[in-house]
């Protein structure tokens, strides 16, 4: 006798709820990285000019690339929003020298 829609459903049912993806992934607030969107929303500039930014590595905060992928560290660019100084080593941002 083949098993009842009542037995098999819960186990499936979980699958169909979180939009097809075995693994939810974590809320935005549970992230320690923020996409090129995320940052441009934050930062009140065009999505267009946050992935020119990125992609020169011209933001005030580094760009961390997964592949073809780029992401922005939260607690970076949470430090940088509160006025904090910080340079980016590859957009040329210098530092304190010793003199």
Known sequence: MPPSLESVAPRW???FEIGGNRMPSPTATDRGTLTIDEVAA???IDRGTAYRLAKNDC??????????????GR???D????GESMTNPRAGGGGDAAA
């Open 13 to 15: 049912l979980w699958f």
């Open 42 to 44: 934050r930062l009140g």
């Open 59 to 72: 933001l005030p905060v580094p760009v961390i690339r997964l592949g073809k992928r780029m992401v922005i």
């Open 75 to 77: 607690a970076a660019l």
């Open 79 to 82: 430090r940088v929003l509160a």
